[in-house]
């Protein structure tokens, strides 16, 4: 059974950094597209960012490109989600989670995402 497990998350403040790590464990995820979701209070979850299998492709919400940088490493089995320049309105629970890769893959549909971590808080405060 896959167990993916985030960490990372915590308090920062606009304009700061952080970086949230998300460990498989229970197989390995080499031919998987790992991803990063969001959720706020009262507000649906989304899409943050998501790297291919292979690592050569990537792609992110319009609201963090240029600020958040999705990575994997497959040697420790883990993703990582860098993310700079925070804003307040970047604040939820983000979620990692991870898809079997195949053709016609929709990158930003969460039912493509077969495991899903618990999920970890991130606070930015103005």
């Known amino acids: 059974q896959v167990q993916l497990v985030e960490s990372g998350g915590g308090l920062a403040q606009a304009g700061g950094s952080l970086r949230l790590s998300c460990a498989a464990s229970?197989?390995?995820?080499?031919?998987?597209?790992r991803c990063w979701f969001r959720q706020a209070p009262g507000k649906d979850r989304e899409f943050v960012a998501a790297?291919?299998?292979?690592?050569?492709?990537?792609y992110y919400a319009n609201s963090v490109k240029g600020r958040f940088t999705i990575s994997r490493d497959d040697d420790k089995n883990t993703a990582y989600l860098q993310m700079n320049s925070l804003k307040p309105e970047d604040t939820a629970v983000y979620f990692c989670?991870?898809?079997?890769?195949?053709?016609?893959?929709?990158?930003?549909?969460?039912?493509?995402?077969?495991?899903w971590g618990q999920g970890t808080q991130v606070t930015v405060s103005s």
């Open positions: 989670t991870a898809g079997p890769s195949a053709g016609n893959f929709k990158w930003m549909d969460q039912y493509e995402y077969e495991y």
């Open positions: 229970g197989h390995t995820l080499n031919s998987f597209v």
């Open positions: 790297i291919s299998w292979s690592g050569a492709a990537t």
